[in-house]
């Protein structure tokens, strides 16, 4: 098979569809070099390659910048292919502990009595049949972690609560739902994903659980965005309008970790192993419990909200400072965590999207990196000179978002310890998922010791502390 060039083609089309034919291109010294099947580069496409010699370095150079802005993706070949790098770094947590349920993500949605099982169960189908990543396996070939698309279908489990009242129903509906969010999954036999409906009358909830492996904050969103298309279409006998997906996580995955490995990344290396190289210091907050040798991952989440006028005054100091709403919750709590540690000297870690092709924003994956955000407190700066310099650290930590966490570990090389997290201890999520948020989380267990969430509820912003057990109490 050969390729017709299109001539006059913006540079990142003319990639895109050679990229399509299995032709790739990565940055060599001051040139470029091309990677391609036998046969497929042909005296023309050669002769159209070197004439536009300059603009395809100019936009790798760029795409280093931003590696995936700039991301040329292909489709992944059939079969097992390697996880990404974030994915990897959740299987061998999973091998390290598989009954562990810290990475579980669960959510539920109300159910309304009258709704019909059947349909959702089909709804469910669809869903999965539109989203590969719902129905992976993970395997490990050799001592290589890999994925492979199935043809699974999932099964929906019907439970009913039990209770001679309304509140006594649906206090055991709760009890059944964080139930499903703690039992563990094993990665090598199912996908892992479930689904089950609790029927408690009017308190009705549909819970989903999935493993962090195949989805992100953003993806819970677009499930339960799907789906309602999807039993929307169902019940009213038509077809969902959903628009096709042109790629699979598996197809981001592929192409992700294959740029990472052809393209130049000591500049971010450079920026990361200079955060790193001055030791991190353990966040030290006040417990209720000695901190055990081992940190288990019992979490429990307290949910609170801001009022309406306090929402808006913190929306208003973001962008009186020229920030947003994220840098004005990373410098709250880190404040918070100042004031509270007495400690200068905060790590914080950061979910970021990811998300920067828009050909991506409707693909169910883990798409989410993590961003390591340092800053110094010292020298009692105001709120407002505080947070601008954390604005500014915010920015710059951005320029490097793209350089796997688990590659900045392995610049850190910190000591491991089974009693904290190596690089950070407290996280912040500020959650900006797809439409408004329809569902309540469930606590498959606490990753890290304390997480602030933040979101945009009804009334205002609203937000919740997931905390491991083993230390703090919730009373606390």
């Not at 099947?37 to 395809?56: F, N, Q």
């Not at 100042?338 to 905060?346: A, C, F, K, L, N």
């Not at 890290?448 to 057990?469: H, I, K």
Request: glycine residues 6%; negative net charge.
């Amino acid at each position: 098979m050969t390729v017709t060039p299109v001539r006059g083609a913006p540079v990142v089309e003319f990639l895109r569809e050679l990229a399509a034919q299995g032709i790739h291109f990565s940055l060599a010294g001051d040139g470029v070099r091309c990677r391609a099947p036998e046969g497929r580069v042909t005296p023309e496409l050669r002769s159209e390659i070197a004439s536009r010699k300059p603009e395809i370095v100019r936009f790798l150079r760029s795409s280093v910048d931003s590696p995936d802005a700039g991301l040329v993706l292909e489709r992944a070949p059939d079969g097992n292919v390697p996880l990404s790098f974030a994915q990897q770094r959740l299987w061998f947590l999973h091998k390290l502990n598989p009954d562990g349920t810290a990475y579980n993500l669960a959510i539920q949605v109300p159910v309304p009595a009258e709704a019909d099982d059947a349909l959702i169960a089909r709804s469910l189908t669809l869903l999965v049949r539109r989203h590969a990543i719902l129905r992976t396996l993970f395997v490990d070939l050799d001592g290589i972690p890999s994925q492979r698309v199935t043809d699974w279908v999932p099964t929906l489990q019907i439970l009913h609560a039990s209770g001679e009242t309304d509140e006594a129903r649906n206090l055991d509906a709760s009890r059944l739902a964080q139930a499903q969010a703690d039992l563990p999954f094993a990665l090598e036999a199912l996908p892992p994903f479930r689904a089950t409906i609790i029927r408690a009358g009017s308190a009705s909830r549909l819970v989903l659980v999935l493993h962090h492996i195949v989805a992100d904050g953003w993806s819970l969103g677009l499930l339960v965005r799907d789906l309602k298309a999807y039993y929307d279409a169902e019940l009213h006998g038509h077809f969902a309008e959903l628009p096709p997906l042109p790629w699979r996580y598996v197809d981001y995955a592929y192409s992700a970790r294959a740029q990472f490995e052809d393209t130049d990344q000591e500049r971010h290396a450079d920026y990361w192993r200079a955060k790193v190289s001055r030791g991190l210091t353990l966040l030290d907050l006040p417990t209720d419990h000695p901190r055990p040798l081992a940190l288990g991952s019992r979490g429990a989440v307290a949910t609170f909200a801001f009022a309406p006028a306090l929402s808006e005054k913190l929306r208003m100091l973001g962008r009186e400072s020229g920030g947003t709403l994220f840098t004005t919750f990373v410098t709250l709590f880190k404040i918070l965590l100042h004031r509270y540690s007495g400690q200068t000297d905060i790590v914080l870690g950061t979910p970021v999207a990811n998300r920067t092709r828009t050909d991506l924003e409707a693909v169910v994956g883990l798409f989410v990196s993590t961003l390591l955000l340092r800053s110094d407190l010292s020298g009692d700066p105001t709120a407002r000179a505080l947070l601008n310099r954390i604005r500014l650290d915010t920015l710059e930590a951005r320029e490097h978002a793209d350089y796997p966490f688990e590659k900045i570990v392995e610049l850190a090389r910190p000591d491991r310890s089974l009693a904290h997290s190596p690089l950070f201890q407290a996280s912040l999520v500020v959650q900006n998922s797809p439409g408004a948020r329809t569902y309540d989380s469930l606590s498959g267990g606490a990753i890290f010791e304390l997480t602030l969430y933040v979101w945009d509820g009804p009334g205002g912003l609203a937000g919740s502390f997931e905390y491991n057990r083993d230390l703090f109490e919730p009373e606390t």
